[in-house]
């Protein structure tokens, strides 16, 4: 038999909030709203807490659950994934963060054509004897038409690309998923992002944009509305972000929202 040094006892009387490992890249089948499974590329965090007698975690075993795991991750796996390594590794709380490109396959508005479409997702997903609890995120890419220089233009008006970044907590067995927060993110802004666009598919997109003129307080507002409308979700943060064309800045606007926080004053 080999030596366990990571199972000896410590006697230092020290426990440990997180012991893990981090910046592992790894292979992941992930499911998606349109019933299929997608291949990608995930930047791993994995942890658990370790009690004081403890001397180590068996880091292995990390990898063992991961492995376990990859190729049935979903919104009803997630927590599934934490909860086994928390009982594989004996500790009272694990944390599993997931960072991967998410693509869907998308159709352009009037051809039709498909292609796909790249979306930054991660998912923070925490088990623990007194419950548990996860966090989607996703960084959707837009376009914005700007209101002001619509109003006060003879001819046009700027846009700008930007980012509507969402960070969503499902309340408990619920189905949400990446798809319904980007459906989300996507309708709040002038245009949604394409990969592939033909003229009659950019003419299309253009004078969409140009109808739906929204700064990004109105974008985080479009946001909120949607989110706080969806029983599924009981908290989340928005955080809009606008690469300006003709400025030298970005702007942005942020909004948090719970549905245990009483409302703020109007």
Not at 19 to 44: H, M, S
Not at 116 to 124: N, R
Request: with cysteine.
């Amino acid at each position: 038999m080999l030596a366990d040094v990571q199972g000896l006892p410590d006697g230092r009387g020290i426990a440990l909030d997180e012991v893990g490992i981090d910046g592992l890249r790894y292979p992941l089948l992930v499911a998606d709203g349109q019933g299929t499974k997608r291949e990608t590329v995930t930047t791993v965090g994995m942890s658990v807490s370790l009690d004081a007698d403890v001397k180590g975690a068996h880091l292995s075993r990390f990898v063992e659950v991961l492995r376990a795991w990859r190729d049935q991750l979903g919104p009803d796996t997630v927590l599934s994934l934490a909860e086994d390594l928390r009982m594989r590794m004996g500790s009272t709380s694990a944390q599993v963060r997931l960072d991967f490109p998410y693509f869907l396959e998308r159709s352009a508005p009037v051809t039709g054509m498909r292609s796909f479409t790249e979306y930054g997702c991660a998912l923070d997903a925490r088990a623990a004897s007194t419950g548990s609890a996860l966090t989607l995120k996703t960084r959707v890419p837009v376009t914005s038409v700007c209101p002001c220089s619509k109003a006060i233009s003879d001819r046009g008006a700027h846009n700008q690309r930007g980012y509507n970044m969402i960070e969503a907590r499902p309340a408990k067995s619920v189905h949400l998923w990446f798809d319904d927060l980007i459906e989300v993110a996507e309708s709040a802004a002038s245009s949604p992002v394409y990969a592939l666009l033909k003229r009659p598919d950019e003419r299309h997109v253009t004078m969409a944009g140009y109808d739906n003129p929204v700064f990004v307080e109105d974008m985080a507002r479009n946001v909120t509305q949607a989110l706080r409308a969806d029983s599924r979700v009981t908290a989340f943060r928005v955080y809009v972000m606008n690469d300006e064309r003709i400025h030298n800045h970005t702007a942005y606007a942020r909004l948090d929202w719970s549905s245990t926080t009483p409302a703020r004053p109007a």
